[in-house]
Structures are given as C-alpha cells and as structure tokens.
C-alpha cells in the first residue's frame, strides 16, 4: 500500500462536515423500482458513494497509526460515520422512498466535502459553479450530484491526476458540467478504456441520458480526460409546477 506523501487538495473547502450533512439527496420515484438498473444505479452511487469513503477514511487510519494517532483516531471517526451513513441511505432504498428531497447544501460545497473523503494524498480538487442553483429542478440536482461524484471517484482511481477540475454552469435552459484531469489519459481509439469500463461510467450515462442529456468523453494518452455532461433545463420549472 501506498505511504501517504501529503493530504488532498480541495480549493477553497471548508473543514469536511460530518457525513450525515452531506448525504446525497434523494431522488427516488416509486414507479422506477420496477426497473432492475435503477435499483443497481442507487446502491452503486449511494451506497457506493459511503462505502468508497469509509474505505479510504479507514486506509488512512491504518497508515497513520504509529506516526499519527491522533489524525487516526480522526480518520477512524470519519469512516465510521461513513459506514452509518450508507447503512441510513441502505434503509432509504429499502423503503423505496418516493419524491425528490432537497440538497442540504450548495452543490460546490457538497462536492468538496465528497471530495475530500475520497481523494488520494496529494491529488488537488478545484470546484466551481457558476449560475443559479435555483434553476436546477430537485432532482436534476440529486442526479447531477451523483454523476458528478462518479466522474470524481474514476477520476481518483484511474487518472492518477496532480489536479481534477470540476466546473458547472447553470443557465435558465441547461445545466453544462465538466470534470477534467492532468493524468494518464487513454487511447480513445480503444474499445474499452483501461480501468474505465466498469458500471459507474454506464451508470453516469444512464442518468444523463433519463433527464434528457448528453455526455461526452475526450482523452489523449499521457495528456489526461475530459467528460462533459450537459443536461436541458427548458421547460423543467413548469412539469415540476404541473406534478407538485
């Protein structure tokens, strides 16, 4: 295992709150249960999203007991808070909660929190939002979150990046957000990327492609990746008014 050489980098991130603070928003709809994919999407990106983070939390506990006991007895408390929290959203799931729940924070703060728990030692995290949160729809909101923090964990495992940039824009008629990295890149000419090919990417187009939208790939090998994810806003405001 990999000796830890510094601590990730999150721009302009505040302390890491606990995790029941930045819980992902529930976006569930009763009718997508009968659906076998949604069901998968849900426990890898939420139940996933926890567990990925109490992995790493408890890693860097294991790193740096002898050195460190404080930092991790600290980590320690961060993975255990991360394991209950996906034993809460595993209780969610099992209710099959319906409607859309509303984020407990901006979407900038809610990605560097995430960030911060999962990021290797030295890797930079830059995160911006421009636009009006307002203009995103609950559940647009929830699922952008989600695919965003599936590009953000690829990113972490497979770029072996020094700095992942995620920038969103928000607009009255879409929402554009694109995550990019200074890492490894790939062949695009390849079938499958190495590394890449696994559900988390099928479950990022799954979701952009239910609301309507696009994403998009780009990696030069040696040169680091690209995804852009753009999803129509243009008539959301009034079908949420019409179904409230």
């Known amino acids: ?21 930045r819980r992902p928003p529930v976006v569930l709809e009763r009718h997508t249960w009968r659906d076998p994919r949604h ?9 996933g999203s926890e567990l990925a983070v109490a992995l790493r939390q408890l890693e860097l506990a294991q790193l740096f007991v002898h050195d460190d006991p404080k ?11 991360a394991v209950s929290e996906a034993m809460r959203v595993v209780r969610e799931l099992s209710g099959e909660l319906s409607g859309a729940g509303s984020s407990r924070g901006r979407l900038a703060d809610d990605l560097r929190a995430f960030a911060g728990g999962v990021a290797p030692a030295g890797t930079r995290v830059r995160v911006r939002t421009e636009g009006e949160e307002s203009w995103l729809p609950p559940g647009h909101r929830g699922q952008l979150f989600l695919i965003l ?22 607009t009255p008629d879409a929402v554009t957000a694109v995550v990019d990295d200074d890492g490894v890149g790939f062949d695009q000419s390849a079938l499958v990327p190495p590394g890449h090919g696994g559900f988390g990417l099928v479950s990022m187009r799954e979701r952009a492609h239910g609301l309507g939208g696009v994403t998009r790939i780009e990696s030069v090998a040696g040169r680091g990746t ?10 959301t405001a009034a079908r949420t008014e ?3």
């Not at 923090?149 to 928000?170: D, K, M, P, Q, S």
């Open 39 to 47: 069901v998968a999407r849900e426990l890898h990106d939420r139940v």
């Open 242 to 244: 019409q179904h409230a």
């Open 226 to 235: 690209r995804v852009t994810v753009r999803l129509p806003l243009a008539g």
């Open 1 to 21: 295992m990999q000796q830890p050489h510094g601590k990730a980098t999150i721009s302009d991130a505040p302390p890491r709150p606990p995790t029941a603070a």
């Open 149 to 170: 923090c599936e590009l953000l964990r690829n990113a972490f495992a497979h770029a072996r990046a020094g700095t992942v940039r995620v920038r969103t824009r928000i």
């Open 71 to 81: 930092g991790a007895g600290e980590r320690l408390e961060q993975g255990l808070r």
